[in-house]
C-alpha cells in the first residue's frame, strides 16, 4: 500500500499525499490498537455472496444426484400481483437461482386488480399440480387481499417461504418445517462462518413475524431437537426498546442480528470487541451528494468494522443468502414430494 | 407485633424473647435501608390466589348471563390416561374450578395400557361432540403415546390448553388463538398487579414449549396486535446461559419471570432493587428436618422479597391463575362454538 502512495506521491500534490499517509497511519495505528487491546485486527467480513455460491454449488450437485435416480427437475412457481419494482427484482434474482442450480421455475403475473378469490384459486390450482414442488407468492400483496389467508393458502409441503401458519407453529415448536429463508440464511451464514452460538449472548434487534421472530426462535431454541437451533441466550430488542437499553444489550452480545431497516442504527459503541453482527436490514437510500441511489444495512459499516470480530457488508451478506436458502427449501420440497407420491 | 412480643415476654423464656425482638429490629433496620435507599419496603406480594378469585367470581357472572341468554351450560372434558397422582390432583383441581364457575365437566379416566389410537378414537368424537366445548388432555401422556399427535388431534376450537400445533403458530404470529393457560395467568397477573411492561426490560428464565416459550411471545410482541402483547424488551434464558450472564441479565430486568423447577434459582443478588418477580416453578421438596414435603419456586422467596418491588408467592401465585385462565379458555371456547353453530 505504502509503495503506491510512493508512487502516486511522484505524479500528485503533495499536500494531498500527506494527508492520505496521515490517515492512513491513523489507521494503521487504530488497528494496532485493537490488534493490541482485544487480539484482533479489523472485523473479518462474512462474504455472503461467497457462502451462497458454495451452498448454490451444492445444491447443484445434489439437484443433479436427484434427477440421476429417475425423479425429474424439482419446479418452483412464483406468484407475483402487480407491478412493485422491488418485487419484481425480486422474483427475478429467484428464477436466475433456480436456473442456476437446475430447479425449473415459472412467474405467474397477475394484473394488481386480481381478486383475493382468484389468487386463492389459482394456488389451490398449484397446490394439486403434482408437477410444482414449490409454490411462493412475493410479498407484499395488494391491499385488498389478505396477506395471512393467502400464507396459509398454500400447502404446508409446498410451501417453501416457510409462511403458512402450520409451518410458523411446527418452527416455534423446535419441529422439523420449512423455515422462512431469511431467517435460515442467517443461521447457515452463522454456521459457515463458525460463529460458536452455545450459550452465548445474542441480541436479535426487530420483531417482524417473518424474518426476526423466526430469528430469535432459531438462536435461543434448543440445537437436540429437529430445528438444530442455536443454544444461545437471545435479547428480543425492538422499536419501543430505548436506546440507551438496546445500546447496553448490544454491548453485552457476542452476536447481534439486526433486522430493522433503520439505517445505521448499530453504531461502534454498541459493540463488543470482537462480536459478530449480522446485518439483515436493507433500505435504498439516495446519495445527498450525488443524487444517486444505493442499499445499506442496519450497520454502521466503516465504523462498527472496526471493533466487530466479525461482520456482514450490505448488499452481499444476508441477502444472497437469501436466494440460496429459497433453492434450499424448494429442493427439500421436491424431495418430500417424491418421498410422498412413492409411498 | 411489639404488643405480641411483649404479651408473650410474660410468659416465655426471656433469652428467646430478646433474640425474637432484636432480630425483628434488624429485619426493621434492614427493610428501611431499602426503604431510605430504593423508596420502597419489603415486595408487594401478587396475590395470584385472590386474584384468580376475582377472575373466577366474574367468569361465574358472565356464564350465568349467558346461559341466561338460552345457551347450555359450557362443558370441559378431561381426559386423564394412567394413575399418576400430581395429573390426578391437577385434573381434580380443575373441575372443581368448573364447578364453581357454571362450567360443567367430566374426566374421562383411561388405563394406562390404553393405546394411542384409542385415545385418538376418543378425541374424535369429543371432537364431533356438540355438546362439549373444551377439551384437554393431561400430560404428561404415557409413554407409549406421541404427545404431540395427542395435542394436535384436538380441534383447534376446543383445544382449551392451546398445545395445538395451529394455535401455537396463530398465537406466534400475534393472532387470535387459544392461548395456553399458565402463559396467559402470567400475562392476566402482570396485568392486573398494575405491572408497567411497555418499553421495560424482561427475563424469561426457561424455553419450554408450553411455558416459556408462549411467555417470551407475549412478553415481546407488540400490544396493536390481536394477542394484546406486553412489548417488552425480553431476554430468554436458559439451561446453557451461563450462571454469571443469568445473574447480569436479571440485575437488569424490570420484570424477571422464571419457569425453570429448580429450587433457589433466583437469589437476592441477581434482582434490582423493585423489580416484579413472578415465579412459575414448582417443585415440591423435602424438608431435610421435619421429613415433610412442601412445594417451593425457582425463587428464594424470602430473600428476594427484601429486594424485589412485587413478587409471587408459590403456592399461591401463579397456580391458582393457570386454573382460572383455563376456565377462561373454556368459556371462551363455548362462546365461540355457540356463534359457529349460530351462524
Redesign the interface.
Known sequence: MLLGVRWVLRTQNYKCIVKCVLMQQQRQQQQQFYAHKHNFSMAQIIDGKAIAAEIRAELRKDVEAFKATGHREPHLTAILVGNDQASETYVRMKMNAAQDVGISSETRRLPATTSEHELLDIIDTLNKDESVDGILVQLPVPDHMNE?KVCNAIVCEKDVDGFN??????M????KSMIPATPLGVIELLKRAGIDT??K?AVVVG?S?NVS?PI??LM???GRNETGAM?A??????R???PK??A??CS?ADIIITATGVPGLITKEMVKPGACVIDVGITRITDPNTGKTKLVGDVDFEEVRQVAGYITPVPGGVGPMTVAMLMHNTFTAAKNLAKINKS
Chains 1, 2 share one sequence.
Request: aromatic residues 10%; proline residues 3%; charged residues 25%.
Open positions: 395471512r401458519v402450520f409451518n410458523v407453529g411446527r416455534c415448536l423446535d419441529m452455545f450459550g449472548n420483531r413475524k421472530m430469535a426462535m435461543h431454541a434448543d443454544d441466550t437471545v435479547t428480543i430488542c425492538h419501543f426498546t430505548p437499553e438496546l447496553k444489550y453485552m
